[in-house]
């Protein structure tokens, strides 16, 4: 069996692991974002494929996507600064559109409700009319916090080379 990488929380619980053959979406010491099939693990090592594809006319006038050239880019495990892990089941898959629908309702209404009490000539600020405006700010308030928590990119996990020499 070959090395891998393995993601783990802070308390040595395996979040996942990655193979040579799996995708991987990192971001680097350097800040930039990688993403490609692991094309080997080795050495302390992670070999990332990364390919430079292309789009052309063929001669019946189709367009057709092709490879020009594979690169090999190679990381060494402490090169890597955050991994994201796709969590496809959960509270987040649920309260990430929740959280976008409650900001965006929020303020939503909150515009519209100041543009129509302007234009009516009505108190915008006063009485059951601001009321509703804090309801739906408070709301949009929560919807970007919820947003904040369940999407954060935080380095939340330790990455660990296995060695399976």
Same mark, same amino acid.
């Given at each position: 069996?070959? =090395? ?6 802070? %308390? ?6 990655f193979?040579?053959?799996? =995708? ?5 010491? =350097?800040?930039f974002?990688y993403?490609?099939?692991i =094309?080997?693990i ?11 594809t292309t ?16 690169d090999?880019?190679?990381?060494h ?7 994201y892990v ?7 898959t ?11 309702? $929020? ?19 006063? $009485?059951? %009319?601001?009321?509703g405006? $804090? ?7 929560? $919807?970007?916090?919820?947003l ?5 990119a935080k %380095?939340?996990?330790r ?6 020499q």
């Amino acid at each position: 069996m070959s =090395d891998y990488i393995s993601v783990r929380k802070k %308390n040595g619980i395996t979040v996942r692991n990655f193979f040579t053959g799996m =995708d991987i979406h990192f971001i680097g010491t =350097d800040g930039f974002s990688y993403e490609g099939p692991i =094309d080997a693990i080795a050495r302390d090592t992670v070999f990332i494929a990364s390919y430079k594809t292309t789009r052309y006319q063929n001669i019946l006038g189709y367009v057709v996507t092709d490879t020009l050239r594979k690169d090999i880019i190679p990381f060494h495990y402490k090169e890597i600064k955050t991994i994201y892990v796709p969590r496809n089941r959960g509270r987040k898959t649920v309260l990430v559109p929740l959280g976008g629908l409650m900001a965006l309702g $929020g303020f939503g209404y909150d515009v519209l409700n100041i543009i129509n009490g302007l234009r009516a000539n009505e108190p915008v600020f006063k $009485g059951k %009319n601001l009321a509703g405006l $804090g309801i739906a700010t408070a709301t949009s308030v929560a $919807g970007i916090w919820l947003l904040k928590k369940t999407t954060s990119a935080k %380095n939340r996990y330790r990455i660990v080379y296995v060695d399976m020499q």
